[in-house]
């Protein structure tokens, strides 16, 4: 019951850090631990709005929208991590994302095949 409690209070600590660093308009980079993504913000200029970006294990990065729920189960529930390990994160291999060949897929179909293959496991 302790360590659930003080679980608790580090998410909300974390997510604090990550959502002030972002209001403040600096570059964050920080995990999504559920889905084993990492995800970088990057500040728009002259009062732009930011992007994202996201890294799978394995996979190479690309922009997500700011809605997505990657993105918004990050901001609650993620770390904040270095740009060294956002740097290799897609070199880092998982047994999850090698089950199927996603190099087979563009982008948009490779998010349906991932759910395709959450429904079969």
Not at 38 to 45: K, S
Not at 57 to 72: I, K, P, T, W
Not at 80 to 103: A, E, G
Not at 107 to 114: G, I, N, Q, S, V
Request: aromatic share 14%; net charge positive.
């Amino acid at each position: 019951m302790f360590s659930d409690q003080l679980k608790r209070i580090l998410k909300k600590f974390r997510s604090d850090k990550i959502t002030k660093k972002i209001e403040e308009g600096k570059q964050v980079f920080f995990e999504n631990t559920n889905e084993s993504i990492a995800i970088r913000f990057v500040p728009g200029l002259q009062g732009r709005p930011g992007r994202y970006f996201a890294k799978h294990f394995g996979r190479d990065e690309y922009e997500v929208e700011s809605n997505a729920s990657a993105v918004v189960m990050g901001v609650m529930e993620g770390k904040p991590i270095s740009v060294s390990r956002y740097r290799r994160y897609h070199l880092i291999r998982s047994s999850y994302w090698t089950k199927f060949h996603y190099d087979d897929y563009t982008t948009r179909d490779y998010e349906f095949a991932l759910r395709a293959h959450q429904m079969n496991s």
